[in-house]
């Protein structure tokens, strides 16, 4: 039996089929993925993602501790709400996990992957030496994603005057705290939305409520979807200790300035870059029916072989699309090996759907 | 709970399998289009492929995984079922009436009779 979250009955209440991710038994679908997904992208849905970690930065020296963690510079959060996007790399320049951080009264919040939670501490805590920090994971929370273009105004009506304000005020990557619910416009699909995080005794009734007015809840088979659509990394298929953000479309994430900032990785990274970065993520589309798989072999004439990280069916396209690591220079077409036979594909800009449109 | 239509025999891989005059039917289970999830792509045989009894004999793929289908008997192909790679889903909508393929058996009642009648299929899958 794997880790339960807050919701674990209400899931199989309402009829949840279970999948083990990483080690917690999730809700795959609640009947059909591919409804669910649609379901998202038109009206909204909410998740349980309350397998997700949330870590509380505080302490005199948490920002100068966090601009040697993490590739991306927390000193860009200007004010107390704004978010960033991170990777924590090692020495390597690999990837040990990828992040939200917001800039809170308190400090910092950090809310990291599922699978990785207790790495992720292991690793902070090793690298605390030397800094006023203290790190408070809070497993007492859980984590509710509303996601899709109606989330925030059905949601602002469902809750306290003052936390529709903050819901109809929040600018995309921005959270704040409401009483005890922490507040975000944030998400992993590709639409507008929200990411709640609230005490877990809270969770349930709060979940209902929104089931109660016909917000369909939605498994993790459908953020995968949605997130693939979206050209969104997931840590262990696109990335992972094996690949530095640089080949991973997160070179964005990286700041490079100032150049006097030590952050775990730095070396390895400007080494890689000196040499040349060898490969991307690109998108691939198949045209003929079939469906795209991870690990499956890549091949582009006279540049290469890669390889596809992420690949399903995409229920939006209503075809195949996939994410692929394959060499820098690239192409616009190429072939993908299926049992045996290769079929031709597009190589497209990862992103296929943003805010309910096909951009492929 | 999944359907179970008493007149079909079931391979342990969850197939099924139908005498239609001189053919056998191939198709999955209720219990098996459920695990799979939504399917969005079936890889069919060719027809005149030759067959042994539980041989993989095509592909069902959900927006999950692929899943390779097995033939429950020996023979030749003779009919597949085109209509389901316009419509995959009717393997989710109506298991028992979208057939997959149509053999030509060799050896029908002896295959046949190795396959699990349903109440051994739902035995075998726990209902």
Known sequence: MGQRTPLFDLHLALGAKLVDFGGWDMPLHYGSQVEEHHQVRRDCGIFDVSHMHVIDVSGSQAKPWLQHLLANDVGRLQHTGRALYSAMLDTQGGIVDDMIVYLTEQGYRLVVNAATGAKDLAWMNAHLSGF???????????????????????????????????????????????????????????????????????ACSFFNDMVGAGISPIGLGARDTLRLEAGMNLY?????????????????????????????????????????????LVGLVLEERGVLRAHQVVRIAEVGEGEITSGSFSPTLSKSIALARVPMATADRAEVEIRGKWYPVRVVQPTFVRHGKALI | MSTIPAELRFAESHEWAKQEGDLIVVGIS???????????????????????????????????????????VAGEVVEVNESLGETPEELNNSPYSSWIFKVKPSNADGDLAKLLDADAYKAAIGE
């Open chain 2, 30 to 72: 209720d219990h098996a289009q459920e695990a799979l999830g939504d399917v969005v792509f079936v890889e069919l045989p060719e027809i005149g492929k030759v067959f042994v009894a539980g041989d993989a004999a095509g592909v069902v793929e959900s927006v999950k995984a692929a899943s390779d289908i097995y033939s429950p």
């Open chain 1, 132 to 202: 006023d920090v203290h790190l408070t994971h809070r497993a007492e929370l859980a984590m509710l994603a509303i996601q899709g273009p109606h989330a925030r105004q059905k949601i602002g009506e469902l809750v306290t005057q003052a936390r529709a304000e903050l819901i109809h005020t929040l600018r995309p990557f921005e959270g704040q705290q409401e009483g005890d619910w922490f507040i975000a416009r944030t998400g992993y699909t590709g639409e507008d939305g929200l990411e709640i995080i609230l005490p877990a005794e809270q």
């Open chain 1, 236 to 280: 262990g298929q696109e990335i992972d200790e094996q690949v530095s953000p640089l080949i991973s479309n997160m070179g964005w994430t990286v700041a490079w300035k100032p150049e006097d900032r030590d952050f775990i990785g730095r070396a390895a990274l400007e080494a890689e870059r000196t040499k040349g970065i060898a490969s991307k």
